[in-house]
């Protein structure tokens, strides 16, 4: 990263369309800086790297915020030398109190300030938060939308209730740390196991399993085949079925779930997996 002359800054949860738009603007010695504010749950951590073929260099926010627009830019040419050109989107704002623009940084910086426009789709601008909005009411289409790719949750695959495989359907269960968790209910989805390369087309659960013992969950139940041995999992939103509902028997809740499948089936029966 040492010899990248053109860096994005910003802080990149979600990494959607409108921070793909900043990407384009550099070079293919470019990276991508990633300023951590602790808030990101679209893409937490490292998850980023799954979403840009650029290297991304990582600063705490804690570790800068207190720093005036002399010394922000002095951090950034101490940690690329080679700089010549900053990209940033129209709101961006740093150093201390935030009180520095792109207007401040094309006058501190002497090379290049590539302002990114305000990013809309279909008249509405996009935004992490209004994604989180999308996630959070189930408007799952919607937030694919802006992000420009599936909304994706990984977790390691931990024990679920038991019951599944025995009386209603196999899931294999997930803890999501770290993620935005969707609205409760019922998905069309894609399960990737491990490490391998393919998605399988899945129908998934999120919420409190209110039918039975009323404990939270995160289940998958994979339509082409039966899981075996596993570690961890990645889930990919595609479109809500349902709501949570409460189920008066188990009998109930089956036959609720095979109309599940079936929707699911339907709705994944073209995608490219």
Do not use: W
Not at 56 to 68: G, T, V
């Amino acid at each position: 990263m040492k010899n990248s002359r053109a860096i994005a800054i910003g802080g990149f949860d979600g990494m959607h369309i409108g921070h793909q738009h900043l990407f384009a603007e550099l070079d293919k010695s470019g990276t991508i800086v990633v300023i951590e504010t602790g808030y990101a749950n679209l893409t937490p951590k490292y998850e980023r790297e799954n979403f840009s073929h650029y290297p991304i260099f990582y600063l705490k926010l804690d570790d800068i915020r207190h720093l005036s627009g002399e010394e922000f830019i002095g951090f950034l040419k101490d940690k690329f030398p080679k700089l010549d050109k900053i990209v940033v989107g129209y709101d961006f704002h740093f150093g201390k109190n935030r009180k520095y623009s792109f207007d401040d940084l094309k006058i501190l910086f002497t090379g290049d300030v590539k302002v990114v426009d305000e990013v809309t789709l279909n008249g509405d601008s996009i935004h992490s938060h209004k994604i989180r909005q999308k996630v959070s009411i189930g408007d799952i289409k919607g937030a694919n939308a802006f992000l420009g790719h599936n909304y994706t949750i990984k977790g390691k695959i931990v024990k679920g209730q038991g019951i599944g495989k025995k009386e209603l359907v196999a899931t294999i269960n997930i803890e999501a740390e770290g993620f935005l968790t969707p609205k409760e209910g019922v998905y069309a989805t894609l399960t990737r196991i491990d490490d391998e390369e393919h998605y399988h087309p899945s129908v998934s659960f999120v919420g409190h399993r209110v039918t039975t013992d009323g404990s939270f969950a995160i289940e998958s139940h994979i339509l082409d085949g039966e899981v075996t041995c596993s570690d961890k999992a990645r889930i990919s939103f595609v479109s809500f079925i349902r709501d949570n509902k409460k189920f008066e028997s188990l009998d109930e809740l089956k036959k609720a779930i095979n109309k599940d499948i079936f929707v699911a089936s339907k709705e994944l029966k073209f995608l490219q997996l």
